[in-house]
């Protein structure tokens, strides 16, 4: 497992059903659910199709492998697919399950090391890619909840 990701994914265990956004409008279960859906988009389980117009791709890769961070109010087009109710119910039955699909999401690239996943932002991503949207991606929400500066 990846260490970055391996320590951001120790913060979520700080996190508590009432823990407020410092911006944005998802609760902190919201935030782990939305957690647990892109960690199966990275593994194959949910198909998505990529939102960004081609010409842009070169761009937003280039800030994919950067050491920028996503902007505050960064918001996904795919996030309309996700339902509008809980998927689990309560916050720690949801962490379970983000750890369980991050485990799920190293065991498909170890299985499929040459594997190549639409993301519905950067497009097709490769294990190195999704590796640096995970780290950028969490790092955003855990900021978004205050368990980062």
Not at 94 to 100: I, M, V, Y
Not at 106 to 124: H, V, W
Request: one cysteine or more.
């Amino acid at each position: 497992m990846n260490l970055k990701i391996n320590e951001l994914l120790k913060k979520i265990e700080e996190l508590k059903k009432d823990t407020v956004p410092q911006w944005g409008t998802m609760t902190a279960q919201k935030m782990v659910e939305h957690l647990v859906n892109t960690f199966r988009v990275s593994s194959a389980k949910i198909i998505v199709q990529c939102y960004t117009e081609e010409r842009k791709l070169p761009i937003l890769k280039r800030f994919l492998i950067s050491d920028k961070p996503l902007p505050r109010e960064f918001k996904s087009p795919a996030n309309e697919l996700v339902p509008q109710d809980y998927q689990f119910q309560n916050i720690e039955i949801a962490k379970s399950n983000l750890l369980n699909e991050v485990e799920d999401y190293y065991n498909y690239f170890k299985q499929n090391p040459d594997a190549i996943i639409m993301n519905p932002t950067f497009g097709e991503l490769n294990k190195e890619e999704w590796e640096r949207f995970h780290i950028k991606h969490l790092t955003h929400h855990l900021t978004q909840f205050g368990l980062l500066p």
